[in-house]
C-alpha cells in the first residue's frame, strides 16, 4: 500500500494515476464518500468534481473543496470519529487486495492518523512538493502530514517524464 501527501496541486493524483496504469495498484481515497456525497448534493457529475472544486455553489456560497473539507474534518473526524475514514478506506483496500490482488494507492492522505494507518499495513508514504503550485483556501486538512524516516519525498519540480521517473525509482526500492 502507497499513501501519497502533499499540498493541493503538487501531483498526487497523476502520481496515483500513474502507479494504477504502470505498476498495478489500485485506487482507494479516503474522501471518496464525500466527493459522492457533494456531487448528488449539488447535482454534478463525478467526474467533472475536479474541474469546478473551486467555484462556489451560486445557492449554497461554498465551493465542493469547502465542502468537502468541512464534511470530512469538521463534521467526519470531529463529530463522528476520528478514524471514520481511515475504517472505511482501509476496508476498501482489504476487499481490492482479496478481489483483484492489487495493493492500494491512496493520493489524498491528509492527517497523520491516516499515514499511521497505511504505515501500520506495512505501506509507505510518498510526500510531494511542487514549489510553482498554487495555493488553495487555507484548511487544516492542508497542514500536511508528519514526515517519518522511512518515507519518500517527490519535489515536483521538472517535467512529466521527471516525475515517473522518480517514480519509478521509488517503485524499484520498495
Excluded at 37 to 44: N, P, Q, W
Excluded at 69 to 88: A, K
Excluded at 159 to 166: G, N, R
Amino acid at each position: 500500500m502507497i499513501g501519497i501527501t502533499g499540498r493541493a496541486r503538487a501531483g498526487k493524483d497523476t502520481i496515483g494515476n500513474y502507479l494504477v496504469e504502470h505498476h498495478n495498484y489500485g485506487q482507494v481515497s479516503f474522501a471518496e464518500p464525500l466527493r459522492q456525497f457533494v456531487c448528488k448534493l449539488v447535482g454534478i457529475d463525478r467526474r467533472a468534481l475536479d474541474f469546478v472544486k473551486e467555484d462556489p455553489v451560486p445557492w449554497l456560497g461554498k465551493s465542493p473543496r469547502q465542502m468537502l473539507q468541512t464534511l470530512g474534518t469538521e463534521w467526519g473526524r470531529m463529530l463522528v470519529n476520528e478514524n471514520i475514514w481511515v475504517l472505511v478506506a482501509m476496508d476498501e483496500a482489504r476487499r481490492l487486495q482479496r478481489h483483484s490482488g492489487k495493493s492500494a494507492v491512496i493520493t489524498d492522505v491528509r492527517f497523520d492518523n491516516e499515514a499511521d494507518a497505511i504505515r501500520q499495513r506495512g505501506g509507505r508514504i510518498i510526500h510531494v512538493a511542487r514549489p510553482d503550485a498554487l495555493a488553495v483556501a487555507s484548511h487544516v486538512s492542508e497542514a500536511g502530514v508528519t514526515r517519518e524516516p522511512a518515507d519518500f519525498v517527490i519535489v515536483n519540480d521538472g517535467t512529466l517524464d521527471d516525475l515517473y521517473a522518480t517514480v519509478d525509482e521509488i517503485m524499484e526500492r520498495l
